[in-house]
């Protein structure tokens, strides 16, 4: 029984994996040969990060397919120069040799990630392939003489059907407006009539009429609600004509621009109030009264989001909600301003005046480029995304392209409606000009208006009710506030040096002496792991503690010195003041 026992106690729980019996179709050599490659490799081994860092993407060694023939074409395609600098980011870091290794890894995978990421936008900068294009005429054939329905005939189906015309002779005229991803339209008619049309598919969303004049509509941060500037306030629907909100703060608006990225509604009033609306809490930012009569010229600044205002006076203010005065004023025409239009990168301006001039200026140097005599003046102005000018002149309506490049001496292409055009705005992301006139509303085809790639992130025209709900969601998140608005909104990336002079003074002053004056200690490097970040960090508050000591010290005594002195004073003060005078007696 106890040598029963004990062989059982000296058999362990696991035991080893015993080799299977030897099978007749396995080959003895075979099993000696992986045996041997088992024990040759222990030599050293490279983890799987290192395999992988170290794998050429342009490796010459020919892939072999089962037919047995070889890839011509080995490795993955090769990139353009051209396009690999359109994408480049930043060149690569200079490595030292006292740099821990630690360091040069981390360095040397970001610049691999940064390469990778560069290659993959050269790539995928191919799936763009759309070009905007522009309308060519045959030979001594002037593009302006081409009409509307010869373009119509000479496009696709799909394009054709998006010129068209909308006859509204009852409640003209009309303003017009496209949101801001270029599905929905729309309209508001003088005498009170307000539509939204999903324009391409000619479905109509909505159909009031609020029984009162209306002059100007304007979408909101999206295709939800929008906002009419009625006769007496401002009024806010949704996109089943629905009243959600009436604004009485806002009352006599003539001109609204909505600013996508801030949430905020400005505004322009009849009484030369010019006020700020934040859509998101529904509080009115701020109102300033510019003293310059009444305000029926405006347009934004895509770039920086100041609101550009034309006046009777010929000059052009530009204004901030964060300051009661204007920015910069500009005295653009001797007349009156008709109509202002600023380009997407905010760049370049376009004013039309009663004096019959259509003048570009540069808003970087606030000088003008070029000036243009228009016989009968421009009423209406607007930009398109590639750089097209529209401008209105009666019931005739011009289109120009490279107005600020070089001297343009005749119109790309001209239209005439049925009545006098109140409003024009080019569709984004089409080659579609938008044209509300006293008889009702035109859609004009204007090649290589459009910018043809969007982005799918941002204003997706085909996007659906899902993806705008968490668009709307991001877009509130990343909501800049009205303070940040500035003439130059690069000023938010710098360093205010003479606050932070100021803030070095102070602190000078509160120490007794300059911090910064000695240069920072530099801790050597050492090996054996003495050299991790907190030893790192331990080393040098040491040093910078025993630097500053001496300093402190001294600071103290001189401010014990001070305080030794001042009570002397004050005591010899205290003797002087308790000594009785002989004029002590005529006191009462």
Request: with cysteine.
């Amino acid at each position: 029984m106890a040598s029963a026992v004990d062989q059982a106690a000296n058999v362990a729980h696991v035991e080893k994996k015993k080799t299977p019996a030897a099978r007749y179709w396995k080959d003895p050599q075979d099993e000696a040969r992986k045996d041997g490659n088992k024990l040759g490799k222990t030599g050293v081994q490279q983890t799987q990060k290192a395999k992988k860092r170290r794998l050429d993407e342009n490796s010459e060694d020919e892939e072999q397919f089962l037919s047995g023939k070889t890839d011509p074409f080995p490795g993955p395609a090769p990139i353009p120069e051209d396009r690999l600098r359109k994408f480049k980011r930043k060149d690569k870091t200079k490595k030292s040799r006292g740099q821990h290794y630690k360091l040069k890894d981390m360095i040397t995978r970001s610049e691999e990630t940064s390469e990778m990421a560069q290659k993959q936008a050269a790539r995928l900068d191919l799936v763009l392939p759309e070009d905007a294009g522009f309308l060519e005429g045959d030979e001594d054939e002037d593009t302006c003489t081409i009409s509307q329905e010869d373009i119509a005939d000479s496009v696709d189906i799909t394009s054709a059907t998006k010129h068209f015309s909308l006859r509204l002779s009852q409640f003209g005229p009309y303003r017009v407006d496209y949101s801001h991803t270029g599905r929905q339209l729309l309209l508001g008619g003088r005498r009170g009539h307000v539509a939204c049309i999903d324009w391409q598919t000619k479905h109509l969303m909505c159909e009031i009429n609020v029984m009162e004049s209306v002059n100007d509509v304007k979408w909101l941060h999206s295709e939800a609600m929008y906002a009419v500037a009625q006769k007496k306030w401002l009024y806010i629907y949704d996109s089943n004509g629905i009243e959600l909100h009436c604004i009485r703060k806002f009352n006599d608006v003539l001109r609204m621009q909505f600013l996508p990225f801030h949430f905020l509604l400005a505004t322009a009033s009849a009484t030369s109030f010019l006020q700020y609306l934040d859509v998101s809490v529904g509080k009115e930012v701020s109102a300033t009264c510019t003293k310059t009569g009444r305000l029926d010229v405006m347009c934004q600044n895509p770039h920086n989001a100041i609101v550009h205002l034309g006046h009777s006076n010929g000059t052009v203010t530009l204004w901030s909600p964060n300051q009661k005065e204007a920015l910069a004023k500009m005295l653009c025409h001797q007349g009156a301003v008709r109509s202002v239009a600023v380009d997407k990168t905010g760049t370049y301006m376009v004013t039309s005046g009663m004096d019959k001039k259509l003048k570009v200026y540069d808003i970087r140097a606030y000088k003008p480029l070029k000036s243009y005599f228009l016989p009968a003046g421009a009423s209406c102005l607007s930009l398109s995304q590639r750089g097209l000018l529209s401008a209105a002149t009666g019931d005739v309506v011009q289109v120009y392209r490279d107005v600020w490049s070089t001297p343009v001496t005749k119109p790309y292409m001209a239209h005439r409606v049925q009545k006098a055009v109140w409003g024009m705005h080019f569709c984004p992301f089409e080659d579609v000009l938008g044209v509300g006139h006293g008889d009702g509303f035109t859609s004009l085809l204007v090649p290589g208006a459009g910018e043809p790639n969007f982005d799918g992130l941002g204003a997706n025209p085909y996007r659906s009710a899902k993806q705008r709900q968490e668009w709307e969601v991001k877009a509130l998140l990343e909501k800049i506030q009205p303070e940040l608005i500035s003439l130059d909104p690069t000023e938010l990336g710098r360093v205010d040096h003479a606050t932070f002079e100021m803030k070095h003074k102070d602190r000078v002053q509160a120490l007794g002496f300059d911090p910064l004056a000695k240069e920072k200690f530099v801790p050597r490097y050492k090996k054996k792991g003495r050299s991790s970040a907190g030893s790192h960090e331990k080393r040098k508050r040491k040093v910078a503690h025993e630097d500053l000591r001496e300093d402190i010290q001294k600071t103290a005594e001189d401010k014990v010195k001070i305080e030794r002195e001042r009570k002397q004073k004050e005591k010899k003060e205290a003797v002087l003041l308790g000594q009785r005078s002989a004029l002590d007696r005529f006191k009462k």
